[in-house]
């Protein structure tokens, strides 16, 4: 039987993501840095009110090692208002300009699950989408990523923001998050798209117990060939299993985090970046 060596992956071959020109190695696990331009993102510490803060932010991120930057202007946290398109794309569109004309090299993912939203800020200088519902909100979604030929964040949600809590209902969570995304990937591909990422959705249609069901089995994932993004910074299933306040999950954070490196996450989307690219560098001392 053959052996693995401390450098080999189960099902994860190495890989980059083309990111309107620029590649981006995933060899070694990547940090994206959350930017919410929303006035009620679940974590009051991500909040930013305008362009000129969202590229100071921007600026300490990337002077912390930050990969990737995410730039979400619609809150998905459950009982967040809804607003339209328009609305989002004010939001998004200046901040996006703003962070590309003063860092020209920098790699800005977008949260949205709206296909005019993301076709709007890819032009405005974005590279990646980043869609919460997996392509469930917007059938138009996965023809305009194709058409766009960037990198996709597929991640897995039942219902909507508001709807997805009532829809936690698995007989085994891990065999159906990924059964559901396999349809999507699926359908990605035969349209043409290159790119593919993977996010379980943790918090998303998940209970406290699920998340940590898919923790321990993100491994699995990689089972599809596809590397796989770890988003729980600051989520309750940190903060509420402790019984401490979102402000002192930092720790927890870093902890769960550091279990997904272990079992394979290629991406971990923080609000805490410095910290996180610290956890990176002692996890790699393990793999090279």
Do not use: W
């Not at 009051?44 to 995410?70: H, K, Q």
């Not at 993912?109 to 909100?137: K, M, Y």
């Amino acid at each position: 039987m053959p052996t693995l060596d401390s450098k080999d992956t189960l099902f994860k071959k190495k890989s980059t993501l083309n990111c309107r020109g620029k590649l981006l190695s995933l060899d070694t696990p990547l940090v994206m840095g959350i930017l919410n331009l929303t006035p009620d993102s679940f974590y009051p510490g991500s909040r930013l009110n305008s362009a000129e803060e969202a590229v100071e932010r921007a600026r300490i991120m990337l002077s912390e090692g930050a990969d990737i930057l995410d730039i979400g202007g619609y809150s998905t946290r459950p009982g967040a208002a809804d607003i339209s398109s328009q609305e989002e794309q004010d939001r998004l569109i200046p901040a996006i300009e703003a962070i590309v004309k003063e860092f020209p090299d920098v790699v800005l993912s977008v949260d949205t699950f709206r296909a005019d939203v993301a076709e709007a800020t890819i032009n405005a200088g974005a590279a990646i989408v980043n869609d919460v519902a997996g392509g469930t909100l917007d059938d138009n979604m996965f023809e305009t990523v194709a058409r766009l030929q960037v990198p996709y964040i597929l991640m897995h949600m039942r219902g909507t923001p508001k709807t997805m809590q009532t829809l936690a209902n698995y007989s085994n969570v891990t065999i159906e998050v990924l059964d559901e995304l396999q349809l999507q990937v699926a359908k990605l591909t035969k349209l043409g798209v290159n790119d593919i990422i993977l996010d379980p959705g943790f918090g998303f249609a998940k209970t406290t117990e699920h998340n940590f069901e898919l923790l321990n089995r993100l491994e699995d994932f990689r089972i599809l060939g596809l590397p796989v993004l770890a988003g729980m910074s600051r989520k309750s299933m940190v903060y509420k299993t402790l019984g401490i306040h979102q402000t002192d999950a930092l720790t927890g954070t870093i902890v769960v985090n550091t279990i997904a490196l272990m079992k394979g996450a290629a991406i971990l989307r923080v609000h805490d970046v410095k910290e996180t690219k610290q956890a990176v560098e002692l996890y790699k001392k393990t793999i090279l």
